[in-house]
């Protein structure tokens, strides 16, 4: 992941490459993210908005768009419209559980969607907006009791799940990232949000890489690329153990 050091902060916009993962294990998950991490105590609460491809919980292995809450990042949460949390919109082009298709196809063509969860500047709940259908879409929103207090970290992250004891699973691509968009999973068109709701380019010196198995999977350096703004690819194959 790529992520704020603790500080205020309003949201999150980027563009998601969208994999498959046709192999995977029924057990495993493996995805990609938007999440913000709100302080609350000795702990974090943490919402966010993915997509990801998670066999156990759909019994297919499909991508699909998630949302995800938990009131302690270290404890288990709820997904989706598992218990009260995110509430989608009336009418929205996108709900949680939705499968997205097509997945990106390595070295043919990619295929994003266009992702945001900030704060709204009136009501104070954490929004989800889908850029890439000409005008944004509201997805629906995030009640401020999820989220109430500042400092937040937020995080564009790529992620796995398995049990310890198999082959983790792909991420991204599959392969470790460069900066072919055709190949690699990636972020880009990356933005900050002010407190008026308006986004911006993020500063590359407040962001910070975290890697936490950097012999199954790489990060790729955030920085500017002509156009595709702000941006940062990552993946890896899996294989590892433990």
């Not at 390595?106 to 890439?132: A, C, E, F, I």
């Not at 500042?150 to 995080?155: F, G, S």
């Not at 990232?177 to 407040?206: C, L, M, Q």
């Not at 890489?209 to 702000?230: A, E, L």
Request: glycine share 10%.
């Amino acid at each position: 992941m790529w992520h704020t050091q603790p500080g205020n902060f309003y949201g999150l916009r980027a563009e998601i490459s969208i994999w498959g993962y046709p192999e995977i294990n029924y057990s495993q998950e493996s995805g990609a993210s938007i999440q913000i991490y709100c302080q609350d105590g000795g702990h974090f609460n943490l919402i966010e908005a993915r997509f990801h491809v998670s066999p156990s919980l759909y019994h297919n292995r499909d991508v699909r768009f998630f949302t995800y809450w938990t009131n302690d990042s270290k404890l288990p949460g709820c997904y989706n419209f598992q218990c009260p949390g995110f509430v989608s919109a009336s009418g929205a082009p996108l709900v949680p559980g939705q499968a997205v298709a097509p997945p990106s196809s390595y070295g043919q063509y990619d295929h994003y969607v266009r992702l945001s969860l900030n704060k709204d500047p009136n009501s104070g709940d954490w929004v989800v907006y889908r850029h890439d259908l000409g005008t944004p879409q509201f997805l629906g929103y995030f009640p401020v009791k999820l989220c109430p207090t500042m400092p937040l970290i937020q995080a564009l992250t790529g992620f796995v799940n398995y049990f310890n004891t198999t082959n983790g699973p792909p991420m991204g691509s599959g392969h470790f990232p460069d900066e072919n968009d055709r190949k690699y999973a990636y972020f880009k068109h990356i933005k900050k949000y002010h407190s008026n709701g308006h986004p911006y380019d993020p500063i590359v010196a407040t962001m910070v890489p975290f890697n936490d198995r950097r012999d199954c999977y790489k990060v790729t350096d955030f920085q500017p690329d002509i156009g595709k703004g702000y941006v940062f690819h990552y993946g890896g194959p899996g294989g590892c153990i433990g």
